[in-house]
């Protein structure tokens, strides 16, 4: 058995991701968490044993305990130098005790006698109603038919790993759907039926968890909140990227009004569950928003939707790369750390917000990781080309952006002329 003095969730490289946690994509590949891309298996050609004792999760967690620093986990890294907390510490600090039998159960070729996937993300396909431009046609169906005029049946696993996964359903603690969108997905419902089934609904260790575009409630016969409200406890985690139609441009398909009536409805719905049924609004930090998830924050707080100040997350978009606040340059950076700056001093301090002024604090450092202006190019290209499809604007939409791109033109002038002088 592996030396238990090993196991250790403060160690900087350590994760229980290839024990306790079971991440499945949209094409049924098996891998350690949505952050990373290493592939352990694909649930559409093995069935779980084989993938959970194969040799490239049984690598991986040789890497774990051995303290090696892996590049596919380069996401949680970053985020832990900006200060921000990173889901491999999320992880071993909600998991490990409850997963410490199954990982201390270890043998000396890395593969475990009993499964201990008390974790479940699931992404059963890429149906979705949404063109998000920090997506790709793997995680939406609307942007895989835009690319390519059709839908290749390659993100689509949801039959086959609803079908491995459903003997397995008695071990999860804590379920997580995303996608694609899943309030969409067909199998998303029998999955809940199966656990309502099981009585899982009704276990006070059993955490349903979505991210999803709350723009579609019903399925069908089934409202949502029905079903929903049949559980101990949910977490919603909406996506949202901006007020208006600025978060209409970042995420083709959402509609501001629509959202709001949404998330009126499921306060009103849940008002005397407050503690067990919440609602978290998640934005994705890239250079279109990075002056407004200010905004968005203060709005969604004030209007009175976001019911807790902390309930709202910050992710910073690593890719694709060219849509990072990386590209941007110095001058718009120092404009941006100071809007933030003012918005933790004189609106989360004063509104006793803790875990948001961490996030907060996080993305000025997460800002100045790396200054990459080269992306520029890509990003004009990649946006345009969207504006030409989508009979959209980028810089009339957000008008902020003509200075980084004039700038970079002008540098890249400047370097041409000084190039042929040489």
Request: proline share 2%.
């Amino acid at each position: 058995m592996i030396d238990t003095n090993k196991i250790d969730g403060n160690k900087k490289v350590f994760c229980v991701a290839p024990w306790l946690s079971l991440n499945i994509n949209q094409n049924g590949n098996i891998q350690p968490c949505c952050n990373n891309d290493t592939v352990f298996g694909n649930i559409l050609k093995s069935n779980l044993e084989e993938v959970w004792n194969g040799d490239s999760i049984k690598n991986f967690r040789k890497y774990m305990i051995e303290q090696v620093p892996q590049k596919s986990c380069q996401s949680c890294y970053e985020k832990e130098l900006s200060g921000q907390k990173s889901l491999r510490e999320i992880l071993n600090e909600n998991l490990l005790d409850d997963g410490f039998e199954f990982i201390s159960d270890t043998n000396d070729d890395y593969s475990v006698n009993e499964f201990g996937f008390i974790h479940w993300d699931v992404k059963l396909g890429n149906k979705c109603n949404f063109k998000c431009r920090t997506c790709c046609p793997g995680s939406s169906s609307s942007i895989e038919f835009e690319t390519y005029g059709k839908l290749s049946g390659l993100f689509d696993a949801s039959t086959i790993s609803f079908d491995r996964i459903k003997p397995h359903l008695n071990k999860v603690n804590h379920l997580y759907f995303s996608g694609g969108e899943p309030l969409l997905i067909e199998e998303h419902y029998q999955i809940l039926f199966l656990l309502i089934k099981l009585g899982k609904n009704k276990q006070s260790n059993f955490y349903l968890t979505y991210n999803t575009n709350f723009s579609t409630l019903t399925y069908k016969k089934f409202h949502i909140f029905d079903l929903w409200n049949l559980f101990k406890y949910v977490q919603i985690h909406i996506s949202v990227d901006g007020v208006g139609e600025r978060g209409e441009l970042i995420r083709n398909g959402f509609k501001w009004d629509k959202f709001i009536s949404n998330v009126n409805e499921f306060n009103e719905k849940f008002k005397d569950k407050f503690n067990t049924h919440q609602l978290y609004f998640d934005c994705t930090v890239q250079a279109l928003n990075i002056f407004d998830v200010v905004t968005l924050h203060q709005t969604l707080f004030n209007d009175g939707l976001l019911k807790d100040i902390d309930n709202f997350h910050l992710n910073y978009l690593h890719g694709p790369r060219n849509l990072s606040v990386w590209l941007l340059d110095k001058e718009t950076k120092e404009e941006a750390k100071k809007n933030i700056k003012n918005h933790i001093e004189t609106f989360l301090i004063p509104n006793n917000a803790k875990d948001t002024v961490r996030s907060f604090e996080g993305l000025i450092k997460f800002i100045d990781l790396y200054q990459d202006q080269q992306l520029i190019s890509d990003f004009v290209s990649t946006m345009t080309n969207l504006d030409r499809k989508r009979g959209e604007d980028i810089f009339k939409t957000f008008p902020e952006l003509k200075k980084t791109w004039i700038l970079y033109l002008k540098t890249k002038k400047k370097s041409l002329i000084e190039m042929r002088d040489l």
